[in-house]
Each structure stands twice: as C-alpha cells, then as structure tokens.
C-alpha cells in the first residue's frame, strides 16, 4: 500500500504548495498526542496546538483531524487527557 501511495506524495511535495506539508502538520500532530500519551507529559499540548495552528494556516482540513481526534479521545479511556489547563493553553 506504502509503494501504490508513495508515488502521489512525490507529485505533492514536487509542487511546494500547502498540500505538501497538510500531511507533515497530521503526522506531527499525531505524534504528539501519542507522546502524550505514553509519557504522561501533558506539556506537549502546547507543542500541538503550535503545530495545529500551522497546519490550519495552511489548510482547513486540519480541522476534520482536530474533531476526529477529540472523538477519538473522548471515547477511550484516555479523556482523562482532554480535561485539564495545558489543553486550554495549547487552544
């Protein structure tokens, strides 16, 4: 599946425009809240929040990411993660 995709993210990253980095602002983001996740470090928020407002800089549809993942959120035992100061701070 990697090498049918690959060929559509070389035509993008060819071009330089905002379509280029809408899937480096997703991985990023999803990284963080990964690391959020296995550290325990809720300072990270910041970091995402930094990264998200990027990333809707360069393309909306990172909203469609931002509500995907607080669903996701909500409806795992991880909500925990969702209801404190430093998500607050990162919005």
């Avoid at 990253?13 to 280029?20: D, I, Q, T």
């Avoid at 990411?65 to 925990?80: D, E, H, S, Y």
């Amino acid at each position: 599946m990697c090498v049918l995709l690959a060929p559509g993210f070389q035509a993008l990253g060819h071009f330089l425009n905002v379509n280029a980095f809408e899937p480096l602002c997703w991985m990023g983001c999803a990284l963080i809240v990964i690391r959020i996740i296995n550290t325990g470090n809720e300072k990270l928020w910041l970091w995402f929040g930094l990264l998200a407002g990027i990333g809707l800089e360069t393309k909306h549809s990172m909203l469609i990411f931002g509500f995907a993942l607080i669903a996701g959120l909500a409806l795992t035992p991880q909500r925990k993660r969702l209801f404190n100061g430093w998500v607050c701070s990162a919005g």
